[in-house]
């Protein structure tokens, strides 16, 4: 059975140390999920807003230098403009899920990773506010280690959700 391990991380250094334990710990880029603010780039770049219609998964590889070096480390990053969140970097199995829901916001596209609607709002406020969301969508022989990566990193609201 698929377990997804979630967590909220406030500190973009410790977010990608996390990051990079839990590919030594021997996840694959295809479980990991990131999504944090844009704070330097998304619908303010260039004095210019962006549509919903003209978002492009790959241009968060140029923008988001607040986290650029966590979402370095997995594949599909890319920057997004979420209804009522604003611009976000994401990466992983969830930005793929939020490219095809924007107006869901970061809680719908929760929902596809098997995190209850309730728990989705709270973890997308947090993004709102300026953390980091770091996601595992693994095996449920490997969530305690998934946790404890995490929980090792200074991850808050850790918790695993079973689909």
Partial sequence: METTVIG???????AEEAVRSLREEGFRENEISIAARDEEGGADQGGEERSFDD?????????????????????GAGALLIPGVGPIIAAGPLAGVLTGAV??????????LGIPEE?????????KQGD???????????????????????AMDVESHSQ
């Fill in 103 to 112: 107006t869901g916001g970061i809680a719908g596209g929760l929902i596809d």
């Fill in 132 to 154: 980091i969301l770091v996601a595992i969508k693994t095996d449920e022989n490997k969530v305690d280690t998934a946790a404890s990566v995490l929980r090792k990193y200074g």
């Fill in 55 to 75: 978002q492009n998964l790959s241009d968060g590889t140029a923008t988001g230098g607040a986290i650029g070096g966590v979402a370095g480390l997995l594949m």
């Fill in 8 to 14: 909220v991380m406030n500190d973009h250094s410790r």
């Fill in 119 to 127: 728990r989705g709002k709270h973890y997308e406020e947090r993004v």
